[in-house]
């Protein structure tokens, strides 16, 4: 049923595939953590770099016996998300793909190479921009008298949920370029409707990112101008289709 969906599927046809996409995407993260839980020690100390400067230590502290453990679980699976981020967009482009025309369906690779990337963007842009000014702001404010003790369980929490916060805000220009189509916005859409999703937006970042102001605004403007970009992509596609709409009905000069 799955490789042989068609847009006229109904309701239950569609669930039917959801199923079949979300078990297919769970067994790749499976593998995704599989592979990534034997190099936990060496993840563990890339994501532990960011706040080690402000660490007495050196090092995080753990409070339970079990916490350690778990922790290196999580970072299995923050890693096999990421591994496995490919084979996720195949499976969600699989089930949007019957949407679409047929011209639109060769579009794959490029939905899943740009999504694989804006993904690892928001990822890389996590570690390198937001957690090193975020640390910086909340170690150093109020002073140095007062040193950290930061536990492995919640610095861990802290990193993997921001840093797949970031990935997924980031991937707003597949989302939107993807509903463009199949339909369901348009560039007039998205300029008419522009200051309320940036209102949303702010929202969002308000929500998902650290209680301060800097990392909210750290998110915000990478996805405000992803906004921007994705309104201009969306155009772009418009003007094709438009160009190749007009030489269709061109007649052929014999």
């Not at 921009?129 to 929490?157: E, S």
């Amino acid at each position: 049923m799955s490789e042989t969906s068609t847009p006229n599927q109904t309701l239950i046809e569609h669930l039917g595939e959801l199923r079949f996409r979300l078990v297919r995407s769970a067994w790749g993260v499976l593998v995704g953590i599989i592979i990534c839980y034997n190099f936990t020690h060496q993840i563990f100390d890339w994501m532990r770099a960011p706040i080690a400067p402000y660490l007495p230590t050196g090092g995080l502290v753990f409070t339970g016996p079990m916490d350690k453990f778990l922790a290196h679980l999580k970072i299995a699976f923050f890693g096999g998300v990421v591994i496995a981020s490919p084979w996720l967009l195949y499976q969600i482009w699989k089930f949007v793909s019957p949407g679409l025309y047929r011209k639109e369906r060769k579009l794959a690779i490029s939905f899943i190479t740009s999504g694989t990337l804006l993904f690892l963007t928001g990822i890389a842009f996590t570690y390198f921009v937001v957690l090193p000014m975020a640390f910086h702001f909340l170690m150093t404010y109020g002073g140095d008298v007062d040193k950290p003790m930061i536990t492995i369980d919640q610095y861990m929490g802290f990193v993997t949920i921001t840093a797949l916060m970031f990935g997924l805000s980031f991937e707003l220009p597949l989302v939107i370029v993807t509903l463009a189509l199949l339909g369901v916005v348009d560039q007039a859409f998205l300029r008419r409707n522009r200051k309320y999703a940036v209102m949303t937006i702010a929202i969002i970042c308000a929500v998902i990112t650290p209680p301060d102001l800097l990392s909210m605004l750290l998110m915000l403007a990478p996805m405000w101008f992803l906004l921007e970009a994705s309104i201009i992509i969306v155009g772009m596609f418009e003007r094709k289709k438009a160009r190749e709409a007009a030489l269709a009905k061109t007649p052929e000069i014999s």
